[in-house]
């Protein structure tokens, strides 16, 4: 049974940054595409940031130039580095595949960024 567990989430004013990680298995992370995804209040659950097997990265446009997916094969681990935090960017923040697996789905890590 995969599991994945995100971390790296907290309390950040406008402007700053977190680094998010999410914890797999190395097959999942070699063999398939991973993506980021939010949920904020009242709003449906989105995909924002997507990697490749092969490491090559993709972005929504709301997150484009702020925020970098990345990934280690080895350490079975997914990064998403989000600087230049805005307000809107509050959410519980979750991995998964790309597309989604809805069988997948851990508990996510909350981001709150205040004024």
């Known amino acids: 049974q995969v599991q994945l567990v995100e971390s790296g989430g907290g309390l950040v004013q406008v402007g700053g940054s977190l680094r998010l990680s999410c914890v797999g298995s190395?097959?999942?992370?070699?063999?398939?595409?991973m993506g980021w995804y939010r949920q904020g209040l009242g709003n449906k659950r989105e995909m924002i940031a997507g990697i490749t097997p092969r490491g090559t990265p993709n972005y929504h446009d709301s997150v484009k130039g702020r925020f970098t997916i990345t990934k280690d094969d080895a350490e079975s681990t997914l990064y998403l580095q989000m600087d230049t935090l805005k307000l809107e960017d509050s959410a519980v923040y979750f991995c998964?595949?790309?597309?989604?697996?809805?069988?997948?789905w851990g508990r996510g890590t909350q981001v709150t960024v205040s004024s």
């Open positions: 190395e097959t999942i992370f070699r063999n398939h595409a």
């Open positions: 998964n595949r790309a597309p989604r697996n809805n069988s997948l």
